[in-house]
């Protein structure tokens, strides 16, 4: 049995009653769909359940305003609204208070913040910064790039054959040259958990800060930044029954107190002359211009739906689809998964089928309606390392259940079939 009550949960995603198969031109189920949906794509973006989409047409329907500025009762209501977002947002992951939570537009503007406004300020040519082998294109792209204009020497911890950190190279890596540890909690290729724990102790034995990339791991498992002693962490709002356009940037409130502003504008300022300028107290320092109003604030609304489930089960469940995924999957001779074992890994599998090409196979079991994703997953340099230029990649959520990873099966065997 499942650690909740699944169709329960399906019944607050409409989305999952579409069938799939007729024209794409037009959005939205159409007279030629006829194949029920089988959605395995969640690690790309997750459904969004009634109580969230109610939110945001709640507030368009009822306090649409702009924040922070104004006097009148419509910005009152949407300041409220939007400022304690970040408070629903700071309890979720044990962040001391609102003054911790910037809302960004996505994990990968979280990244970027951090490289631009600290990065680039703080690191030199004596410096450098040490991520992994397995990290995600807004980590890995974004040092790598500041590192170029700093000087600074990147560095990557080696993903050994299981798909593990090596935990030994880590410590041989970050050393007192070390500015900057950032790693992804959970893999979003190989599904792999990073001991990010004892990565921050390694970091902060060296002086350094560790950015943990949560963009797969905030939305499937309990987090408490504190006791991970996280100096940075990111996510984004569509991997967690949120909307698109909003994410976190978690700092603490120390280092981002002593951090410069990444972007300028009205919102962040607090005096402003001809001559210089002052900025606004955190969070609002690094949320410039008009933010996501109605996206902070349904973000929240999918916070407490996630809570409401409890993050232990959600994690529970994932666990339970991508171990029954993993031996589903080892029932074939000609397929390659990749990473750990599937009692130990996120709740996804990425995989090869022999004979088939990744994208080939993801667009035949399209045709049975099952939605998965095929190409590097944004991990580009850690599929050349495993020999393949891409995966196939199946990834589950809350409303997940065995039937359709059974889909899948059947769906890989016609691809199979197919090519054979
Ligand atoms: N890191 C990881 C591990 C991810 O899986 C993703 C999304 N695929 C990102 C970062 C980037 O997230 P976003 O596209 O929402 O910025």
Same mark, same amino acid.
């Given at each position: 049995s499942y650690p909740f009550d699944v169709e329960a949960i399906r019944a607050d995603f409409p989305i999952l009653d579409r069938k799939v198969g007729g024209d794409v031109e037009t959005p939205g189920e159409g007279p030629e769909d006829d194949t029920p949906l089988c959605y395995l794509d969640n690690a790309a973006t997750s459904h969004t359940p009634e109580q969230v989409v109610e939110t945001i047409s709640d507030y368009y329907r009822g306090y649409n305003a702009?924040?922070?500025?104004?006097i009148h009762q419509l910005s009152q209501e949407a300041s409220v609204a939007y400022e304690k977002a970040h408070d629903t947002v700071a309890d979720f992951i044990g962040a001391s208070g609102r003054e911790e939570i910037v809302f960004t537009k996505n994990t990968t503007e979280s990244e970027n913040l951090v490289a631009y406004a600290w990065g680039l300020n703080e690191l030199g040519p004596d410096d450098s910064v040490v991520m992994t082998e397995m990290e995600h294109h807004a980590s890995l792209v974004?040092?790598?790039q500041i590192a170029k204009k700093t000087g600074a020497e990147v560095r990557y911890i080696r993903v050994d054959e299981q798909g593990y950190l090596d935990m030994d190279h880590a410590a041989e890596l970050i050393d007192d040259s070390t500015a900057m540890v950032s790693v992804v909690h959970v893999s979003n290729t190989l599904g792999t958990v990073t001991p990010v724990a004892e990565l921050a102790d390694m970091a902060h034995d060296h002086g350094a800060y560790i950015f943990v990339d949560g963009a797969q791991s905030a939305p499937t498992r309990p987090v408490d930044v504190q006791e991970m002693d996280a100096d940075f962490f990111a996510f984004s709002g569509h991997k967690m029954c949120g909307p698109t356009g909003i994410g976190t940037l978690y700092g603490k409130e120390a280092i981002l107190e002593e951090m410069s502003p990444y972007l300028y504008g009205?919102?962040?300022?607090?005096?402003?002359t001809y001559d210089d300028s002052t900025w606004e107290d955190l969070p609002w320092k690094f949320e410039a211009g008009t933010p996501s109003i109605a996206q902070g604030i349904a973000f929240a609304a999918a916070v407490d739906y996630l809570e409401d489930i409890g993050?232990?089960?959600?994690?529970?469940?994932e666990e339970l689809l991508a171990e029954y995924a993993y031996d589903r999957l080892a029932?074939?001779?000609? !397929?390659? !998964?990749?990473?750990?074992?599937?009692?130990?890994r996120g709740g996804l599998v990425a995989f090869n089928l022999d004979s088939v090409h990744a994208h080939d196979l993801s667009s035949i079991v399209n045709e049975y309606g099952v939605a998965i994703r095929a190409g590097d997953h944004c991990t580009q340099p850690l599929h050349d390392k495993l020999g393949a230029a891409a995966s196939a990649r199946a990834s589950?959520?809350?409303?997940?259940?065995r039937e359709e990873v059974d889909r899948l099966i059947d769906a890989l065997e016609?691809?199979?079939d197919l090519f054979a």
């Open positions: 702009n924040v922070h500025r104004g974004t040092w790598q009205g919102d962040m300022i607090r005096r402003v993050m232990d089960a959600v994690q529970a469940h029932e074939f001779d000609d !397929v390659t !998964v990749y990473g750990p074992p599937g009692d130990d589950f959520y809350i409303y997940n259940t016609g691809a199979r």
